[in-house]
């Protein structure tokens, strides 16, 4: 079976980074080899705009060659497209996967629930099934944001909760667990 990293830590830590040089090293070990980067986020208003092509010109230069793949909510069918023994796929990143089923921005003004969509726990459950069998190795990227206060509002509250369950699950699925704090490593795992 393939190897499997999580790479958690805060904002600017590093994680991305770190994914990025573990993609790099993959492509120059041995010739034939490719990359793909499996991207959540979503451009819906112009600083994320900007903040995604910022990184799509950040990644061309650090990581030549990685293709790019949009998988805001379908996550586990694109690693299950993409994951081959010569491909290297880097998730990046699973808190805002879960953003974009919790806290659809469509959605946002009409809903009143803290819970995730019905449909939330099905694609979680995909997303560890599908990577519990990648025939290559699988790098993901994601938030630690559970070490702070607790939230004050319910749906924020219900956010931490859903991503630190998501963090834990992946981390168990994973072989290997970093954890990043200014640009360091943390191996967990």
Request: proline residues 6%; glycine residues 8%.
């Amino acid at each position: 079976m393939a190897w499997q990293e999580l790479i958690l830590g805060g904002q600017k830590s590093g994680k991305t980074r770190r994914a990025e040089q573990a993609a790099r090293d993959w492509l120059d070990a041995a010739p034939g080899r490719s990359a793909t980067y499996l991207a959540t986020g979503q451009a819906l208003d112009d600083e994320m705009r900007a903040r995604i092509a910022r990184h799509q010109v950040d990644r061309a230069a650090r990581v030549p060659g990685m293709q790019t793949v949009e998988a805001p909510l379908q996550l586990a069918q694109a690693l299950q497209a993409h994951s081959s023994p010569r491909t290297l796929v880097v998730v990046d990143c699973l808190t805002m996967w879960l953003t974009n089923w919790m806290m659809p921005m469509e959605a946002a003004a009409s809903s009143t629930s803290a819970e995730p969509s019905p449909d939330w726990g099905a694609q979680r459950s995909r997303l560890l099934q599908v990577l519990a069998h990648c025939p290559g190795p699988v790098v993901l990227v994601g938030n630690e944001i559970g070490l702070g206060v607790i939230p004050m509002g319910r749906e924020v509250r219900a956010f931490v909760d859903a991503l630190g369950v998501l963090n834990q699950d992946v981390a168990a699925a994973c072989s290997r667990v970093t954890l990043m704090a200014a640009g360091l490593p943390l191996q967990l795992k």
